[in-house]
């Protein structure tokens, strides 16, 4: 959520006034387009007009994040190594690595440099995504929350036959990304892209016989019209709608951007409209899902790095650590005391302006008086969930091997090697997403899967998974 | 007193046609002579010169591997690295026919569209009809692109309007973005759609520049309405249609790629990925700089090429030319 729903910018915001109050140091914010982060981010760097600090992902890993990685970014001078600045300029931050070495491990590069001033994330907030489904639905039609994949057919056939529902399962794609991600996809014990696999050796899902068989089970409930018929082209707006016009009843969303907020819109129209999270799908009875979403202590896509251009690195430094002190701390996990929390018995609790708004949800409000992402600790007093169905969802989704089969994010793959993987990835990141709709929509014969698969190789990913079984190697002996 | 058509096609020159050279020392004399009038053009030359001739030099980056820090110049050479990569990528072929065919289909469809339009409009006496049609159709020019494509995503999803009314006829319902079959019909003619009343502007105005004595001429010599619109009004705009044919020409390859990112998915890559979608994706998206700037530099060399021979074979065959 975005405070700049309601001011232009962060500056003034109750939070951005405070923050400057309390350090001393005005700070002028950009903002980008939300539609067109990674564009903006590649327009600024390639114009190399930088500001001072940019909070962005530098890992190199995900889609638009820095390519080459931090080292890279740092080779290429856009921005600085902050080992020094962080020894001297940061106590409050230089303490908290001390005292979590695997958070340590996450925030440096292969050579032991830092790189951004990290946000960390509570540890009961790292599982924010998965299945979700219609309670009202599956209790009008005396079903149960499905578990396995067999289950859910039932389910969608239901939703679909007794409830009207047009494209009974449906989740946003947008640009060239599936948000089902590893649902679904887990329960033939594979992912959607590079994991972990049993012997602990790096693998690419896409590519795997398993896959196949996540395909043709998709393909099966698209022809079958249990899958969104128009799914390649359905957007979160697009979802919003048919999930709050009951056309679909079931998707694989977030907790608070879906659950939240579908439940949030419904409460009036529908009172009975209820949504639960469903564990991760398996193929038999009781297994435990091979992987789902679990997010990492540290969320390196809120974390700012210090780039070259600024002129006064340390006065940076201090204003960045300054979030990481127990005052600091406060102020962005809940705002200013009196107006947006109170203490109750030694817990921070937010106000009611905060909590029971007329007309915005609860992130919307702390979006105004602290800031929900960024570089600073998460307290694991906060709780943004509205809902008992969210809690509840935290735990069913968190009950995966998730930790055991996703690649970290902060693999550092060398200069190199990531130009290298970079060719390869945009060849195999095209073509895959290519044949992926091909496939499901019955467009290209599952037969040829076996060719889908030879092109890849030839496109090079058993050298892309070579050069991330090294990097989690030497991730590994950090 | 009337003259015969064929005696006066060459006076229908448009005004910047060519019409004199200045000689060896022609241009410092003629600058004397009018200096106001260069005065005048100097904020363009330099608009040109800014905008426009400037950042070519940033051309220099589809031979350099390039990295933001070390600039344009620091760069280090690599020569036709990314062409040789480009020409013997997977997709090569696959862009440059769709290209061309979105073109092709564009110059044979939507290029006439405003001519026919526009002549039809033409023959039209009631001044209130006519001016509405006028109005109804240019409208959808002023809608931003964004939304159009919004609305062609809304009306052709499998729901949509366009469903109902085929379903109606007993067709299958289908998600049309999602068929690579129908993109290239769905383009052209939602583009025919927000553009041909727009188009007409021009041609309206060539149309009234047509001497009326000569359709009196016509008349007096037994030509029907249909007579009249071939050998009067139709030589009358020739010139006009030549100049806009070569103009087209020239954007040939550079098939509105904004239009193709906001409506494509990779599930119809295979007919809707044209030249410039693929430069915003590898270039923009992917970061590669260097490599979406070998594509596009590929691309504007070819248009170039296109707009040279088309005015050189209009001057030879029609006397008419840009330049």
Same mark, same amino acid.
């Given at each position: 959520?975005?405070?700049?729903?309601?001011?232009?910018?962060l500056?003034?915001?109750?939070?951005?006034?405070?923050?400057?109050?309390?350090?001393?140091?005005?700070?002028k +914010?950009?903002?980008?387009?939300?539609?067109?982060?990674?564009?903006?981010?590649?327009?600024?760097?390639?114009?190399?007009?930088? &500001?001072?600090? #940019?909070?962005?992902?530098?890992?190199? /890993?995900?889609?638009?994040?820095?390519?080459?990685?931090?080292?890279?970014?740092?080779?290429?001078?856009?921005?600085?190594?902050?080992?020094?600045?962080?020894?001297?300029?940061?106590p409050?931050?230089?303490?908290?690595?001390?005292?979590?070495?695997?958070l340590?491990?996450?925030?440096?590069?292969?050579?032991?440099?830092?790189?951004?001033?990290?946000? #960390?994330?509570?540890?009961?907030?790292?599982?924010?995504?998965?299945?979700?489904?219609?309670?009202?639905?599956?209790?009008?039609?005396?079903?149960?929350? &499905?578990?396995?994949?067999?289950?859910?057919?039932?389910?969608?056939?239901?939703?679909?036959?007794?409830?009207?529902?047009?494209?009974?399962?449906?989740?946003?794609?947008?640009?060239?990304?599936?948000?089902?991600?590893?649902?679904? #996809?887990?329960? +033939?014990?594979?992912?959607?892209?590079?994991?972990?696999?049993?012997?602990?050796?790096?693998?690419?899902?896409?590519?795997?016989?398993?896959?196949?068989?996540?395909?043709?089970?998709?393909?099966?409930?698209?022809?079958?019209?249990?899958?969104?018929?128009?799914?390649?082209? @359905?957007?979160?707006?697009?979802?919003?709608?048919?999930?709050?016009?009951?056309?679909?009843?079931?998707?694989?969303?977030?907790?608070?951007?879906?659950?939240?907020?579908?439940?949030?819109?419904?409460?009036?129209?529908?009172?009975?409209?209820?949504?639960?999270?469903?564990?991760?799908?398996?193929?038999?009875?009781?297994?435990?899902?091979?992987?789902?979403?679990?997010?990492?202590?540290?969320?390196?896509?809120?974390?700012?790095?210090?780039?070259?251009?600024?002129?006064?690195?340390?006065?940076?430094?201090?204003?960045?650590?300054?979030?990481?002190?127990?005052?600091?701390?406060?102020?962005?996990?809940?705002?200013?005391?009196?107006?947006?929390? @109170?203490?109750?018995?030694?817990?921070?609790? +937010?106000?009611?302006? #905060?909590?029971?708004n007329e007309?915005?949800?609860?992130?919307?409000?702390?979006?105004?008086?602290?800031?929900?992402?960024?570089?600073?600790?998460?307290?694991?007093? /906060?709780?943004w969930? @509205?809902?008992?169905?969210?809690?509840?969802?935290?735990?069913?989704?968190?009950?995966?091997?998730?930790?055991?089969?996703?690649?970290?994010?902060?693999? @550092?793959?060398?200069?190199?090697?990531?130009?290298?993987?970079?060719?390869?990835?945009?060849?195999?990141?095209n073509?895959?997403?290519?044949?992926?709709?091909?496939?499901?929509?019955?467009?290209?014969?599952?037969?040829?899967?076996?060719?889908?698969?030879?092109?890849?190789?030839?496109?090079?990913?058993? /050298?892309?998974?070579?050069?991330?079984?090294?990097?989690?190697?030497?991730?590994?002996?950090? | 007193?009337?003259?015969?058509?064929?005696?006066?096609?060459?006076?229908?020159?448009?005004?910047?046609?060519?019409?004199?050279?200045?000689?060896?020392?022609?241009?410092?004399?003629?600058?004397?002579?009018?200096?106001?009038?260069?005065?005048?053009?100097?904020?363009?030359?330099?608009?040109?010169?800014?905008? *426009?001739?400037?950042?070519?030099?940033?051309?220099?980056?589809?031979?350099?591997?390039?990295?933001p820090?070390?600039?344009?110049?620091?760069?280090?050479?690599?020569?036709?690295?990314?062409?040789?990569s480009?020409?013997?990528?997977?997709?090569?072929?696959?862009?440059i026919? !769709?290209?061309?065919?979105?073109?092709?289909?564009?110059?044979?469809?939507?290029?006439?569209?405003?001519?026919?339009?526009?002549?039809?409009? !033409?023959?039209?006496?009631?001044?209130?009809?006519?001016?509405?049609?006028?109005?109804?159709?240019?409208?959808?020019?002023?809608i931003?692109?964004?939304?159009?494509?919004?609305?062609?995503?809304?009306?052709?999803?499998?729901?949509?309007?366009? *469903?109902?009314?085929?379903?109606?006829?007993?067709?299958?319902?289908?998600?049309m973005?999602?068929e690579?079959?129908?993109?290239?019909?769905?383009?052209?003619?939602?583009?025919?759609?927000?553009?041909?009343?727009?188009?007409?502007?021009?041609?309206?105005?060539?149309?009234?520049?047509?001497?009326?004595?000569?359709?009196?001429?016509?008349?007096?010599?037994?030509?029907?309405?249909?007579?009249?619109?071939?050998?009067?009004?139709?030589?009358?705009?020739?010139?006009?249609?030549?100049?806009?044919?070569?103009?087209?020409?020239?954007?040939?390859?550079?098939?509105?790629?904004?239009?193709?990112?906001?409506?494509?998915?990779p599930?119809?890559?295979?007919t809707?990925?044209?030249?410039?979608?693929y430069?915003?994706?590898?270039?923009?998206?992917?970061?590669?700089y260097?490599?979406?700037?070998?594509?596009?530099?590929?691309?504007?060399?070819?248009?170039?090429?296109?707009?040279?021979?088309?005015?050189?074979?209009?001057?030879?065959? *029609? *006397?008419?030319?840009?330049?």
């Amino acid at each position: 959520m975005n405070a700049v729903t309601f001011f232009p910018n962060l500056a003034d915001t109750p939070f951005g006034k405070a923050l400057a109050d309390k350090t001393g140091v005005q700070v002028k +914010y950009i903002h980008p387009n939300e539609q067109q982060t990674k564009e903006q981010f590649n327009l600024m760097i390639a114009s190399d007009e930088l &500001p001072d600090t #940019i909070e962005y992902d530098w890992t190199g /890993r995900s889609a638009g994040s820095y390519p080459g990685g931090p080292e890279k970014a740092i080779k290429d001078g856009v921005i600085l190594e902050l080992n020094d600045i962080i020894d001297k300029y940061a106590p409050n931050l230089k303490k908290k690595l001390e005292e979590d070495k695997e958070l340590d491990k996450m925030v440096k590069t292969d050579s032991g440099k830092y790189y951004v001033f990290p946000m #960390i994330r509570n540890p009961a907030g790292l599982v924010f995504r998965g299945p979700m489904i219609r309670k009202d639905w599956l209790d009008d039609l005396n079903l149960p929350v &499905p578990t396995t994949i067999d289950e859910w057919e039932t389910t969608l056939k239901a939703f679909k036959e007794k409830k009207g529902a047009k494209a009974p399962l449906s989740v946003t794609y947008t640009g060239g990304n599936f948000e089902i991600r590893d649902a679904f #996809i887990g329960a +033939y014990h594979t992912s959607n892209t590079f994991y972990i696999g049993d012997e602990g050796k790096v693998k690419y899902g896409p590519v795997d016989p398993e896959y196949k068989e996540f395909l043709t089970l998709f393909r099966k409930w698209f022809a079958e019209g249990l899958f969104d018929k128009d799914f390649a082209l @359905t957007d979160s707006k697009a979802l919003d709608n048919k999930m709050l016009t009951g056309q679909t009843g079931a998707t694989v969303h977030q907790l608070s951007g879906g659950i939240g907020k579908w439940m949030d819109a419904m409460k009036k129209q529908d009172p009975k409209f209820k949504l639960v999270g469903a564990p991760y799908p398996s193929l038999n009875k009781g297994e435990i899902p091979f992987i789902g979403q679990r997010d990492f202590k540290y969320n390196p896509g809120a974390s700012k790095a210090i780039t070259t251009a600024a002129k006064n690195p340390e006065l940076v430094a201090k204003w960045l650590d300054y979030a990481y002190s127990d005052e600091g701390a406060m102020l962005f996990n809940f705002g200013i005391e009196g107006e947006s929390y @109170t203490m109750e018995n030694g817990t921070p609790v +937010y106000t009611n302006q #905060i909590k029971n708004n007329e007309k915005y949800t609860l992130q919307q409000m702390v979006s105004i008086y602290a800031k929900p992402n960024g570089p600073y600790e998460v307290d694991s007093r /906060r709780n943004w969930n @509205t809902y008992p169905e969210q809690d509840e969802a935290v735990k069913i989704w968190s009950n995966t091997e998730a930790e055991k089969h996703i690649l970290p994010a902060f693999l @550092t793959p060398t200069d190199e090697e990531s130009k290298e993987l970079g060719k390869i990835m945009t060849n195999v990141n095209n073509y895959k997403e290519e044949m992926f709709v091909k496939f499901i929509v019955g467009k290209e014969a599952i037969e040829n899967y076996d060719q889908y698969v030879a092109q890849i190789k030839k496109l090079g990913i058993d /050298r892309a998974v070579e050069i991330y079984q090294s990097a989690l190697d030497r991730y590994n002996k950090r | 007193m009337a003259k015969h058509p064929s005696q006066v096609e060459h006076s229908t020159r448009l005004p910047y046609a060519r019409t004199k050279t200045l000689g060896r020392w022609g241009l410092p004399k003629d600058i004397r002579k009018n200096p106001w009038l260069y005065i005048m053009l100097t904020p363009v030359l330099l608009y040109f010169t800014v905008f *426009n001739y400037y950042p070519m030099y940033g051309a220099l980056i589809a031979f350099k591997d390039f990295s933001p820090r070390l600039g344009i110049m620091g760069s280090p050479w690599v020569g036709w690295e990314h062409f040789e990569s480009f020409f013997q990528g997977i997709y090569f072929w696959r862009i440059i026919k !769709n290209t061309l065919l979105i073109s092709i289909y564009e110059l044979i469809f939507a290029f006439p569209a405003p001519l026919i339009l526009a002549l039809l409009l !033409n023959e039209v006496r009631k001044t209130l009809f006519k001016r509405t049609v006028q109005t109804l159709t240019y409208m959808p020019h002023f809608i931003s692109l964004v939304v159009v494509c919004g609305i062609i995503k809304e009306f052709t999803m499998s729901d949509g309007i366009i *469903n109902d009314l085929f379903s109606f006829f007993g067709w299958e319902r289908v998600s049309m973005l999602l068929e690579s079959e129908y993109f290239r019909t769905i383009f052209i003619s939602s583009g025919i759609w927000q553009n041909i009343g727009w188009g007409t502007i021009i041609y309206l105005a060539a149309l009234a520049g047509i001497d009326q004595e000569q359709y009196e001429a016509a008349r007096m010599d037994g030509a029907s309405r249909w007579k009249q619109m071939l050998h009067v009004t139709l030589p009358g705009i020739l010139p006009t249609i030549i100049i806009l044919f070569i103009l087209e020409m020239g954007r040939i390859m550079n098939v509105g790629g904004e239009k193709i990112i906001l409506l494509y998915n990779p599930s119809i890559y295979d007919t809707a990925d044209v030249i410039s979608s693929y430069v915003y994706r590898m270039g923009l998206q992917e970061f590669d700089y260097s490599f979406g700037s070998a594509v596009g530099l590929f691309n504007s060399a070819i248009n170039f090429t296109l707009v040279i021979c088309s005015n050189w074979l209009s001057r030879k065959m *029609n *006397n008419t030319s840009l330049w």
